[in-house]
T-cell receptor, first 114, second 116 residues
Framework: KAGVTQTPRYLIKTRGQQVTLSCSPISGHRSVSWYQQTPGQGLQFLFEYFSETQRNKGNFPGRFSGRQFSNSRSEMNVSTLELGDSALYLCASSQDRGNTGELFFGEGSRLTVL | GENVEQHPSTLSVQEGDSAVIKCTYSDSASNYFPWYKQELGKGPQLIID?????GEKKDQRIAVTLNKTAKHFSLHITETQPEDSAVYFCAASKGAGGTSYGKLTFGQGTILTVHP
């Protein structure tokens, strides 16, 4: 069974630009969550989608947005990039069923903002 | 919102020794406490989790204990091996019981180094 796939793996942008990151969850998983990982702030929750609806949102500015498609694939977008947005962006999927709480993480998209 | 504190930030042990990592949480409504291991260049991977209706859980060399009254939980690794070297994260959520598991509040992480 294929794992969570994130694209692109690495990207470099300049301040003011925007970026779109993609996440393909494990087949059958309906929940997709996004996290930002930085050395200073650690792992911080961005948002979670389930059945194309945003179910939870973290404390990030409106420049950070996301969506989920009918096939459970998800994208997140960051507009008007700032230097502080440089981070590893991790996507995680889960079955979201019964007592199964495990999140399966992808390897992340590493964004560098110059 | 929830706040999770994790200690120590770095931990160095000899192969075969035990390692203990401790976390405290602030929201008494949290009911699900997973531990994730992250190796270099990879995403975090669940190694063990515990729900608030359980005080202890064990899986081979790994165990987790939970003290709801004190709002802290700990990861215990016995007979450590070099391949246990990684960054370990504790987390908390209100996911158990049918609500969303996707929103986790993570601790800052512990870099564990196991020397051969």
């Amino acid at each position: 069974k294929a794992g969570v796939t994130q694209t692109p793996r690495y990207l470099i942008k300049t301040r003011g630009q925007q970026v779109t990151l993609s996440c393909s969850p494990i087949s059958g998983h309906r929940s997709v969550s996004w996290y930002q990982q930085t050395p200073g702030q650690g792992l911080q929750f961005l948002f979670e989608y389930f059945s194309e609806t945003q179910r939870n949102k973290g404390n990030f500015p409106g420049r950070f947005s996301g969506r989920q498609f009918s096939n459970s694939r998800s994208e997140m977008n960051v507009s008007t990039l700032e230097l502080g947005d440089s981070a590893l962006y991790l996507c995680a999927s889960s079955q979201d069923r019964g007592n199964t709480g495990e999140l399966f993480f992808g390897e992340g998209s590493r964004l560098t903002v110059l | 919102g929830e706040n999770v504190e994790q200690h120590p930030s770095t931990l160095s042990v000899q192969e075969g020794d035990s390692a203990v990592i401790k976390c405290t949480y602030s929201d008494s409504a949290s009911n699900y406490f997973p531990w994730y291991k992250q190796e270099l260049g990879k995403g975090p991977q669940l190694i063990i989790d515990i729900r608030s209706n359980v005080g202890e859980k064990k899986d081979q060399r790994i165990a987790v204990t939970l003290n709801k009254t004190a709002k802290h939980f700990s990861l215990h690794i016995t007979e450590t091996q070099p391949e246990d070297s990684a960054v370990y994260f504790c987390a908390a959520s209100k996911g158990a019981g049918g609500t969303s598991y996707g929103k986790l509040t993570f601790g800052q992480g512990t870099i564990l180094t196991v020397h051969p």
